[in-house]
């Protein structure tokens, strides 16, 4: 015998899709074929006490009131599931606690997204709350693409390349069929993908989202010599950190200008240096990472461009055409990001398998 909720869940049912921040709150409603009836986002500070249930009570549960009665599952974006959770999890206390464990890895995002579920919990107790990892396609990467060169005690800490953005890469190459694909997720955070038949073999994100392309405010790859120099010349961990994540990138390079792509590319068109050098250094970082994913793949059949750049960045398209005639033949592509789509439909399913368990036990 299913409850209630079990029942609604294998039938149909809305599903709510969360997306927590430090600083925001994202949130989409998607009827039984995942097409959306609603969608919102409120700004908050994560921590502050008290903050998520103030937003979940205040915002969320007013927003969705009209749906409430048909809700069958509440689907959240973690970022971080290091290495034990590789697909869409069902939450409990356990789960919550091995999470709270991971937070350290990505404290922006895990620390809010566990703050969110304990405080949609308060409302509602029977509500199945399902936790899906941006980390979990690439857990079919080799060990030669996720091991760094570091000494044995440090790897067994799980010091390790993770990467991140898999949920939208996955959604990528299941609209994209290709046996040797490259997903281009690029917006305010940036990352490849090499996908050989569906599987994730490398990515240029690293440990942490800091690690490859150049993104809005992050440095992306840099010498760590550079920052045991910075280190060393008394910058504190702490403003390493900020600078890092949040001074850097487009808008470093643009000497502050903007970490927008579009403001960037009208600025260099009326002379700015610095905005010519900011998009020169993304397209150059940009076409190197390419033909490090191709080689990984022996080839390339399709190039899928996807996230806010990737998908509305004409000139960025051509660009990538003209100096790309060396990987002939392929074919580029854009593909709209949808990382609440494919969240909607992996909880879906999840819950269909979780359902049937429960029926046949």
């Known amino acids: 015998m299913t409850t209630g909720v079990a029942a609604s869940t294998a039938s149909g049912g809305l599903v709510l899709v969360l997306n927590a921040g430090s600083s925001s709150l994202k949130a989409r409603l998607l009827d039984p074929e995942d097409r959306?009836?609603?969608?919102?986002?409120?700004?908050?500070?994560?921590?502050?006490?008290?903050?998520?249930?103030?937003?979940?009570?205040?915002?969320?549960?007013?927003?969705i009131a009209p749906?409430?009665?048909?809700?069958?599952?509440?689907g959240h974006r973690v970022v971080h599931g290091g290495t034990s959770f590789t697909a869409p999890t069902r939450f409990t206390q356990e789960v919550g606690v091995r999470l709270a464990e991971l937070t350290p890895l990505a404290p922006l995002h895990n620390g809010p997204a566990l703050a969110i579920i304990h405080a949609l919990s308060r409302w509602q107790p029977q509500l199945p709350q399902w936790v899906c990892f941006d980390t979990a396609f690439h857990h079919t990467l080799p060990p030669e693409a996720f091991t760094y060169a570091l000494p044995a005690p440090w790897r067994q800490q799980g010091l390790r390349r993770y990467g991140f953005h898999g949920l939208n890469h996955q959604h990528v190459s299941e609209v994209v069929s290709a046996p040797r694909l490259i997903s281009c997720h690029l917006g305010a955070g940036c990352s490849l993908c090499a996908i050989s038949d569906g599987r994730s073999v490398a990515t240029t994100m690293g440990f942490t989202p800091?690690?490859?392309?150049?993104?809005?405010?992050?440095?992306?790859?840099?010498?760590?010599?550079?920052?045991?120099?910075?280190?060393?010349?008394?910058?504190?961990?702490?403003q390493l950190d900020e600078e890092l994540n949040h001074a850097s990138g487009l808008l470093g390079l643009s000497d502050g200008l903007s970490s927008s792509m579009k403001t960037l590319r009208e600025a260099a068109g009326s002379g700015h240096r610095g905005a010519q050098l900011a998009v020169s250094v993304f397209r150059r970082g940009l076409l190197q990472a390419i033909g490090s994913m191709a080689a990984c793949l022996g080839g390339v059949d399709v190039i899928a461009l996807t996230g806010g750049i990737g998908e509305h960045d004409r000139d960025l398209r051509q660009e990538l055409e003209a100096s790309l005639t060396w990987l002939d033949p392929y074919e580029l592509v854009v593909v709209a990001a949808d990382e609440e789509g494919i969240i909607a439909r992996q909880c879906r399913a999840a819950a269909r398998d979780f359902t049937f368990q429960i029926c046949s036990a």
Do not use: N
Request: aromatic share 6%; no cysteine; glycine share 10%.
């Open 36 to 63: 959306p009836l609603w969608k919102g986002q409120t700004e908050w500070d994560s921590e502050t006490a008290d903050a998520a249930s103030a937003a979940v009570s205040a915002w969320l549960l007013p927003a």
């Open 67 to 74: 749906w409430q009665d048909a809700l069958a599952l509440v």
């Open 210 to 238: 800091l690690e490859g392309l150049v993104m809005a405010t992050r440095s992306g790859s840099v010498d760590p010599g550079l920052l045991l120099h910075l280190l060393r010349l008394g910058v504190e961990p702490g």
